[in-house]
């Protein structure tokens, strides 16, 4: 897996005192804070799709009939693919109906037809899997996909890549400023982190199968980390 990183400078700053009350008599060393920035880059392997079935009919009984049958073809599928009960689930189930609102009479509002939406989550844990299970799905019924989202299942690994970037940034910066303050760099006081932001790689619902196979490009994900830092700053003599 190719792996890059790299450094921004978010922020520095000297403390010469401390907000936190004191004891009488002892007084705070001057600190230096600054916040770094890493990133390092994941190749995704893992993908989740929406894969949903609408039907309409002018009766209830017929469109719910059909949309289970279409959904039914569409998870008997899914399990072909090989895909097990946990990595297939309801994710949501709408009844709507279509109301008539007739014009210039006084007639009240009429259904003429109902909408059934039945949606599923799929995991999927290969990312090769994914153009064919999205030409299985619309082969057998379903008629609309989204929310295509890539993960990677070393997400985890690769934010410690960047927590490290982000730290030995943050340093750099600090050591450079107590330098050219005239001092150095003594202990660390404090380090904290902000939470990470995972980029998420989204696909258009789609209404009807291509002649073709669908193409699907994972790409890579860039996964940040942001560390703030706060070191004594040791005057120099």
Do not use: C
């Amino acid at each position: 897996m190719r792996r890059y990183i790299a450094f921004v400078v978010a922020a520095v700053s000297i403390h010469v005192s401390d907000a936190q009350p004191q004891m009488p008599g002892t007084t705070t060393p001057p600190s230096v804070v600054t916040t770094g920035v890493g990133e390092a880059t994941a190749i995704p392997d893992r993908a989740t799709i929406y894969v949903a079935v609408q039907t309409r009919s002018t009766g209830l009984s017929a469109a719910s009939s059909d949309n289970a049958r279409r959904v039914r073809a569409v998870m008997d599928t899914l399990r072909a693919l090989g895909l097990t009960g946990n990595d297939v689930e309801t994710a949501s189930y709408n009844v709507s109906p279509e109301m008539a609102y007739p014009t210039g009479q006084p007639q009240a509002p009429r259904v003429v037809a109902y909408t059934v939406l039945n949606s599923l989550l799929v995991k999927l844990r290969r990312i090769e899997d994914v153009g064919r299970v999205i030409d299985a799905v619309l082969s057998k019924g379903a008629n609309e996909i989204s929310s295509l989202q890539f993960s990677s299942s070393k997400a985890d690994s690769v934010r410690s890549i960047a927590l490290a970037a982000a730290v030995a940034d943050a340093k750099a910066q600090a050591d450079a400023i107590a330098r050219a303050a005239g001092g150095s760099l003594g202990a660390l006081i404090e380090l904290s982190t902000a939470a990470p932001i995972r980029p998420i790689a989204f696909m258009q619902p789609l209404a009807a199968r291509s002649a073709m196979a669908t193409p699907i490009a994972p790409g890579e994900q860039t996964i940040n980390a942001t560390v703030t830092g706060r070191w004594v700053f040791v005057p120099g003599r």
